[in-house]
């Protein structure tokens, strides 16, 4: 789970639940309001920055799941490759995203 920085980190005991905090500036870029049922509402990651967010966390949990995601989501139709390059400037993982996606398209 994702909080803005200065926000209220949620303790949630099950299922077992990571929060992970995320700069205020940039939390909310490529966030979607979903409706899962009538009268919900929550907010996920879309595609591209879920691939962003994966790209950040590289070094943590691996560069060949970073690539992989990267690769998938070029894979699909539709995809949109400048999309997830947006959204990677303010993250600071612009140069190292273009150059995953340079070799893989």
Request: glycine share 14%.
């Amino acid at each position: 789970m994702g909080v803005p920085q200065a926000g209220r980190r949620p303790s949630i005991d099950s299922p077992p639940t990571r929060v992970h905090v995320f700069d205020a500036r940039t939390f909310d870029l490529g966030r979607e309001q979903v409706a899962p049922g009538e009268g919900e509402g929550i907010r996920i990651s879309s595609r591209e920055r879920t691939v962003v967010d994966v790209f950040r966390f590289r070094n943590r949990i691996g560069t060949d799941l970073a690539y992989g995601a990267v690769r998938e989501y070029l894979g699909r139709p539709g995809s949109r490759p400048g999309e997830p390059m947006g959204l990677a400037q303010e993250p600071r993982v612009g140069g190292p995203l273009r150059q995953a996606t340079d070799v893989l398209l």
